[in-house]
């Protein structure tokens, strides 16, 4: 409903929540996997399942690095205000 209304900084928030997720998600996940050594990376282990779900995450709605560049320049137009 904000979208609608052109409220910018609800979009820009909402951005903001879903690119520190997914890549906390994917510390996480990474850090998990690290943990488990060899045995985190097997077809068994819940940890690696887990890897790649956080990385999807990463990557549809717009990859992370598409969201950097968006929320920069929202923190360049809110500079100039």
Same mark, same amino acid.
């Given at each position: 409903?904000?979208?609608e209304?052109?409220?910018?900084?609800?979009?820009?928030h909402?951005?903001?929540?879903?690119?520190?997720?997914?890549t906390?998600?994917?510390?996480? +996940?990474?850090?998990?996997?690290? =943990?488990? /050594?060899?045995?985190? *990376?097997?077809?068994?282990?819940?940890? !690696?399942?887990?890897? @790649?779900? +956080?990385?999807?995450?990463?990557? =549809?709605? /717009?990859?992370?690095? *598409?969201?950097?560049?968006?929320?920069? !320049?929202?923190?360049? @137009?809110? +500079?100039?205000?």
């Amino acid at each position: 409903v904000s979208k609608e209304r052109g409220e910018t900084e609800s979009v820009n928030h909402t951005l903001l929540a879903k690119y520190r997720t997914s890549t906390i998600a994917v510390k996480a +996940a990474a850090d998990a996997v690290q =943990i488990h /050594g060899a045995q985190g *990376i097997g077809a068994e282990a819940s940890v !690696q399942r887990h890897y @790649r779900d +956080a990385k999807v995450m990463e990557i =549809i709605e /717009g990859t992370t690095q *598409i969201q950097q560049t968006m929320l920069g !320049q929202f923190a360049v @137009r809110a +500079a100039r205000l």
